[in-house]
């Protein structure tokens, strides 16, 4: 057993008090299985009590050549004992399988941080193919950590030799011996990923055996080897929490139980059109295995075809639903066009990456509100909503069928890779504590020589919906304009301009019926607000508890109407005496809030493909309140 | 609708006024289809025309049933929709060359491989009329036309063939102004999954007179018009195709006094796919146009497969929304779990 080979300060071998909050982050190559370790991970902080907030940061390329360092995969798991609202600002634990892996991610470890690594991976070949010319682990080059290095690979294939697997097979199971040291580390339940071993490997039995083996074996080595030093164990409390029913959910699972949870609430079947994409697939693959909910999915030969598809299904009297990323929302532009003169309802989820093109695709940014707010041809005005969070992200799918059927309007909601990929504890809401809202399909004949009116409207403007098969009601649509009463293909300029004034109003109106802007930490009137949209939550949020902690004059404003916006909201921001966005993009909600409101909004922008980190939004508000 | 009342052509004809140019040959593909409906015994309400753009597509706001008039090529995609949300509808999708072969090939492609059931009527003019006559995909090499002044230099897709190729189960030609065409389209409709019918259609104002090789009065003998189990036989009787069995071609025969048994004359059967092959890619010079149902050979259809596996699915299932949302490995938080 090896230990550091350079100084550790007295304050940084000291172990850390009762811990709070810790951020712990495994890195290894693609095949190495870390997303799995960090997921399950994950659930035993979950089961633990803790509060958490995750972070898979995965490459692009299925399998890059092993041992490189674009072929690093990572996950971050921020958990504590009070409340965690983002994956962590900068690990204190880095779990480093390769020195690819140790290469990437070292930089971002907080000075003083512990990196346990696997030294039989630093070889030669290794070593070489991650760049480095000596071997670091043993040049003093990680004096400013603490490290701790064993030789995983080794240790493992010792645990699992009386299974008798392959080099190959056995060395597969070192994610599950690390997973075991982690949980010893942190004192966790080995029980439940025993439990999930056995049911992922029901069919091998041996492998189960094997993986449960190096499992317990690191947490034996945890447990059993004087190690000492830095490597020791922590108990962090329960989180404080509302009692109730907890489990864990990633955006992409929230949004399929809502979309499914609106539809049901709507009294309708779901049809559901997709194209493969990242990071917006995972839609398409839970809502595939719900079909007793009435739901039918469609794997389309493109995206124009998936949006097109729903389309159809939500004129044949099903709720439409189509999902994708931003090359692929401006695939479907023409499409939501159609939905909008046409009037039919359809939700559009948006998993944001970064972009333009093909950008960064499993990397998170929220770069398309544009495209949502104003990325059609021709005055296409479609309500837009968007999640700040995985859990949040449920009861935002529900409010975008809410707003897409009484409306009858394409809804866009928007979400992120972030989002979509991270976990987080969510407390299972009581279904029966959300009103349904069920549609009615108009089914009154017109009387004898009267003609059908298919865009008769209701008080909402929104226009009669008509399920093909009713007797008497046949009509036709399409995208030529509309005459304003009869539905009937109509040129008259008058007619164009009372139509693009009703589809307007129509949209604007949906801020009748959504709840007016709160203030989600502080108050109307300080001296500072940091206004947010989507997954900037979490660093908002717990930037602002900072700086309000040390007195400063500054509330949080999250906004999760994009458009129409609250219609209070323009009052309140009038409130403050400054504004800062922070923004993953550059600069797209502060253009939409000074074109409404005329406020001097000014942007903190971050454009890296990487969500923000909380300091650097408490350095943003330092510096708004001293400029 | 009153079962025992029989609809007439007039009761599948809206008050819209019909804004084709006079003499198209769209407008004797509508009164063809209008005349048909009551035959088939289809009715208004349980029917929906999908269309895409072009002149033809406007076809929908003139069939008193219901009716989507979509974007340029994605009607086979919204006809997916439409189908797979609502099975018990006949849907007919309606079609150009342009909308269906070249902006929507894709969609066209993957209807016919996943054999959807419905009626595709592609109304071939070999031109683009509603945007000022451009050739098209179907248009001959050296079309000249004002995006190709000089003539068009690229080849023609055969649209039947590409159905075929796609694997449609159901292919079949007519003829605007044919008095069979209503034949053709009772046969599509007959047939369970989707049927794809290629419709010869004259465009009077920029491509007048391009099928009259073989449409018009005086050249009707280059019509093959295919019955099952009836031999190939045209130009009145005079003429018939047989199989070249060394070089595996199709060939044009002579048939004297009615004997085309000892010219070899081959019998129509529409089951045969590699004999629908050649028969759709017969050259124009010696050998007619084959005409009527091609290729019929039904096979499972898309929704009927996905309403199935649904079905299957949620079997023995009850849906719980409450349970839905519970599902996975949870905990219970019984308390303020930090009261010191």
């Not at chain 1, 209701?458 to 304003?484: C, F, Q, T, Y």
């Not at chain 1, 947010?532 to 602002?544: C, D, L, N, R």
């Not at chain 1, 999760?560 to 909201?569: D, F, V």
């Not at chain 2, 597509?57 to 009607?75: D, L």
Request: hydrophobic share 40%; with cysteine.
């Amino acid at each position: 057993m090896a230990t550091a080979t350079h100084i550790v300060t007295p304050e940084e071998s000291e172990p850390h008090g009762p811990l709070e909050a810790v951020v712990v982050r495994f890195a290894g190559d693609s095949g190495d299985g870390m997303q799995l370790t960090g997921g399950q991970f994950t659930l035993s902080t979950a089961l633990a009590g803790n509060d958490l907030a995750t972070f898979p940061d995965f490459p692009a390329e299925i399998r890059a050549p092993q041992g490189t360092t674009f072929g690093v995969s990572a996950f971050q798991i921020n958990f504590g004992s009070s409340a965690i609202e983002t994956a962590g600002d900068a690990p204190d634990v880095l779990v480093a399988m390769n020195p690819a892996a140790l290469k990437v991610n070292v930089a971002s470890l907080k000075p003083g941080g512990l990196i346990i690594a696997d030294e039989g991976e630093f070889g030669a070949r290794n070593l070489a193919k991650a760049g480095y010319d000596a071997n670091p682990l043993d040049d003093g080059s990680l004096a400013k950590w603490q490290l701790i290095k064993f030789n995983i690979s080794q240790l493992t294939l010792d645990a699992v030799k009386p299974f008798g697997l392959g080099n190959k097979e056995a060395l597969r199971c070192k994610n599950m011996w690390t997973l075991g040291l982690a949980l010893w580390m942190f004192d966790r339940d080995r029980g439940p990923i025993e439990d999930w071993l056995k049911t992922k490997f029901a069919k091998a039995p041996e492998l189960a055996e094997a993986n449960i083996a190096a499992l317990n074996a690191g947490h034996a080595f945890g447990e059993t080897a004087e190690i000492g030093g830095p490597l020791k164990q922590h108990h962090i409390d329960p989180a404080p929490a509302e009692p109730g029913l907890y489990r864990t959910i990633t955006g992409a699972e929230s949004i399929s139980l809502g979309l499914v949870a609106g539809t049901q609430l709507a009294g309708l079947k779901m049809f559901f059109g997709g194209y493969p994409i990242t990071p917006a697939s995972a839609i398409l693959h839970h809502l595939s295995r719900l079909k007793e909910y009435d739901v039918t999915t469609f794997q389309a030969e493109d995206e124009i075809a998936a949006i097109a598809s729903a389309i159809g299904a939500s004129f044949a009297g099903s709720l439409g639903v189509t999902s994708s990323s931003g090359p692929g929302i401006a695939l479907k532009g023409e499409a939501m066009g159609l939905a909008i003169m046409t009037e039919l309802p359809l939700v559009i989820v948006n998993s944001q990456r970064g972009g333009p093109s093909t950008g960064l695709p499993t990397k998170t940014e929220q770069s398309d509100l544009y495209q949502a707010v104003y990325g059609r041809n021709g005055d296409a005005p479609m309500p837009v909503i968007s999640a700040r969070s995985p859990a949040d992200a449920f009861d935002c799918a529900i409010e975008a069928v809410r707003i897409a059927v009484q409306y009858m309007t394409p809804v866009m909601l928007l979400t992120d890779g972030y989002i979509a990929n991270a976990a987080e504890p969510w407390k299972v809401p009581d279904m029966g504590g959300y009103a349904p809202f069920p549609v009615t399909f108009h089914d009154e004949r017109p009387a004898e020589g009267e003609q059908v009116l298919a865009y008769k409207r209701d008080d909402k403007r929104a226009r009669v919906w008509i399920k093909p098969g009713s007797e008497g009601l046949m009509h036709r649509i399409g995208g030529i304009e509309k005459n304003v009463k009869t539905g009937h293909i109509d040129y008259n300029p008058d007619n164009h301009q009372a139509m693009t004034d009703m589809r307007a109003a129509k949209v604007m109106g949906v801020a009748d019926t959504i709840p007016d802007q709160d203030v989600t930490l502080g108050e109307a009137g300080s001296k500072l607000a940091v206004v947010g949209w989507g997954s900037t939550f979490g660093p908002i949020h717990q930037a602002v508890r900072r700086a309000r902690k040390q007195g400063l004059d500054v509330s949080h404003v999250h906004i999760r109407h994009i458009w129409p916006l609250p219609k209070n909201l323009g009052e309140l921001l009038a409130t403050y005496d400054r504004i800062i966005i922070p923004e993953m993009n550059n600069g797209q909600l502060k253009t939409l809030l000074r074109d409404q409101y005329l406020v001097d909004a000014k942007p903190v922008l971050k454009v890296s493909g990487q969500p923000f980190m909380i300091a650097e939004i408490e350095a943003a508000i330092d510096e708004a309140l001293n400029a | 609708m009153n079962e025992l009342t029989k609809l007439t052509a007039k009761d599948f004809a809206t008050d819209q006024e019909v804004r084709w140019c006079p003499g198209c040959g769209d407008y004797a593909v509508l009164k063809a289809v209008q005349r048909t409906m009551p035959e088939l015994g289809a009715k208004p309400e349980n029917t929906v025309f999908i269309s895409g753009i072009g002149c033809s597509s406007r076809f929908p706001y003139y069939m008193e049933t219901y009716g989507f008039h979509t974007i340029h090529g994605r009607a086979p995609a919204i006809a997916t929709g439409v189908k797979l949300a609502n099975p018990d509808l006949d849907v007919w999708i309606i079609t150009g060359d342009g909308d269906a072969l070249s902006i929507g090939g894709n969609h066209t492609m993957h209807v016919l491989r996943r054999n959807l059931d419905c009626q595709i009527l592609l109304f071939n003019n070999e031109i683009y009329g509603l945007t000022k006559g451009q050739y098209s995909p179907t248009s001959r090499a050296g079309t000249r036309s004002p995006s190709t002044p000089y003539g068009s230099v690229d080849r023609p897709a055969n649209p039947c063939a590409f159905a075929l190729g796609s694997g449609a189960r159901f292919v079949a030609r007519g003829i605007d102004v044919s008095k069979h065409l209503p034949d053709v389209l009772k046969a599509a409709y007959a047939h369970k999954g989707a049927a794809f019918v290629e419709i010869y259609q004259n465009c009077i104002v920029y491509n007048d007179d391009v099928f009259a090789p073989f449409t018009a009065k005086e050249n009707a003998g280059k019509q093959l018009w295919l019955k099952t189990g009836e031999p190939m036989l045209f130009d009145g009787g005079a003429k018939g195709i047989a199989l070249d069995v060394e070089t595996l071609s199709l060939r044009v025969v002579d048939v004297t006094d009615g004997d085309w048994q000892s010219a070899g004359v081959l019998v129509h059967n529409p089951q045969n796919k590699a004999l629908a092959q050649m028969l759709v890619e017969m050259p124009s010079d010696i050998f007619p146009v084959a005409l009527g149902v091609i290729f019929d050979s039904p096979a499972p259809t898309f929704e009927s497969a996905v309403v199935e596996q649904n079905k299957a699915a949620a079997a023995g299932k009850a849906p719980n929304l409450q349970a839905l949302v519970s599902k996975g490995q949870s905990w219970q938080v019984e308390k303020e779990p930090r009261a010191e």
